[in-house]
């Protein structure tokens, strides 16, 4: 695969393994994606590749997938391995969403953190940036909203809840480093 034109690559990727078993996980991804495709202003060549990354993030709620059972390791070890796809985007769906601190509760950190390493700050602020403000069905929110959304569905006590309770600073540092982004980009559009 070249490097030009992942995004379409990685999206019929992720229709085929979630359409039909997970719709509701492929609303979200789309939405995810749209939100990509709506930071192209800041993001230049890298577009395409955010997209691509947003488009896979969650792969890994695949059935056919589950291995570990946690999702951004599953699904970027079945890029790494069967789809042999680009290491950049490896390391962003294996880090998506401050996937570390979930890999820490799950006592696979050192396994995330070994075969994975992180990409560019800037890069996983964006892919972060679009998860946090895509709701489960693709709708817009805030990230206030969202993080809310998480808690109300998987409960208090959910290690998910937990692991995001301890992720919600970096995500709020996030949203403001893309936020601040975009609001520079549109002064100088319009300066
Ligand atoms: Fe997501």
């Known amino acids: 695969m070249d490097s030009m034109g992942q995004a379409e690559w990685a999206r019929d990727l992720a229709r085929d393994l979630l359409e039909t078993t997970l719709p509701r996980r492929w609303a979200h991804v789309q939405g995810v994606a749209a939100q990509a495709e709506s930071l192209a202003p800041i993001l230049g060549d890298d577009a395409d590749i955010l997209i691509a990354a947003a488009y896979l993030h969650d792969i890994g709620y695949a059935p056919g997938l589950v291995d ?23 390391r962003l769906v294996a880090h998506h969403t401050c996937a570390v601190n979930e890999a820490r509760n799950r006592n696979l950190f050192d396994a995330l953190t070994t075969e994975f390493g992180e990409e560019r700050p800037d890069l996983m602020d964006a892919l972060t940036y679009c998860d946090i ?6 709708q817009r929110l805030t990230a206030t909203e969202r993080l809310a959304e998480i808690h109300a569905r998987y409960g208090p006590d959910h290690l998910v809840s937990r692991s995001m309770t301890v992720s919600t600073p970096r995500i709020m540092a996030a949203v403001r480093a893309v936020e601040a982004a975009l609001s520079d980009v549109r002064q100088a559009g319009t300066g």
Do not use: E, I, N, Q
Not at 68 to 90: E, I, N, S
Not at 133 to 138: E, S
């Open 68 to 90: 570990t059972g946690f999702h951004p390791l599953d699904g970027a070890r079945y890029l790494r391995d069967v789809v042999k796809a680009d290491a950049r985007l490896c």
């Open 133 to 138: 403000t895509t709701g489960p069905d693709g």
